[in-house]
């Protein structure tokens, strides 16, 4: 009876269930363990400057084209969207003030969270999930180093610092690019929309989004670092482990952004 019993989708579902409920939480449970660790290890910088130095190059410079391209569209998009509605119901003087708060709240992190997540996160996951099946993190534990400070510290610390800056270059650049979309689609002109820009921003926007880029860049490399630790099973590992990288760090910014949102703008 029992060998039936295992043999129904019922069975086989509940199993599977429970499979992705253990490694939920065995993930859930190495990334605390992992910034526990690291947040400990901070006291000491057990670090060189030059590697941070390396991985800002990689955060900041590398990501930026992309995050460009991606804030920029999008803020050329709801420009189009909005303005020329906006501007046939006498409300042209509003569109930049939209387009900038759309930018500055959610949109220049968001997309920029997401832009860093696809290119630089999985690219640590793969890297730390590459040396751990290829054993190069039990070799760094032989030579007495803590794997966990000499490769999440630089990392970590360089998403935390450089993720503030791509967002305000990205902001900005989607402002400017919603000037350009909004005068093309309605002829609405650069000093109304800038005049609604400043009419609109004010500083309580800037520094949530500021708090919020810092938690997000800290939140991804950690992330991104901890699952490419948890990597097994050799090249199907590596891949298993980018994409679980990849899925928990979109899922983390947009839960974030949520309580964000929740606790600065409810």
Known sequence: MKIYYKATYTYKIFKMFLTELQSFVMTLGNIALFGTELVKGLRTFPTTYKA???QSSRFGVSSLPITLSIVGMTSVIIAMQIAGEMVKQGAGN???MLVAI???REEGVIMAGF???SMIGSSLASEIATMKVTEQVD???VLKVNPIHYLFTPRVIAGTLMMPLVVIVSSVFGVLSGAVASNLASGLTFKAYFDSVWFGLNMHDLQVCLLKSLTFGFVISLISCSCGMEAKDGAKGVGTAT???VVWSFVAIVILDLIFAAMFFY
Do not use: C, S, W
Request: aromatic fraction near 6%; charged fraction near 15%; avoid cysteine.
């Open 243 to 245: 994409t679980k990288a």
């Open 52 to 54: 941070v130095m390396e």
């Open 94 to 96: 509003y569109v930049g």
């Open 139 to 141: 070799a760094i534990r």
């Open 102 to 104: 759309l930018m500055v």
């Open 115 to 117: 832009a860093i997540i």
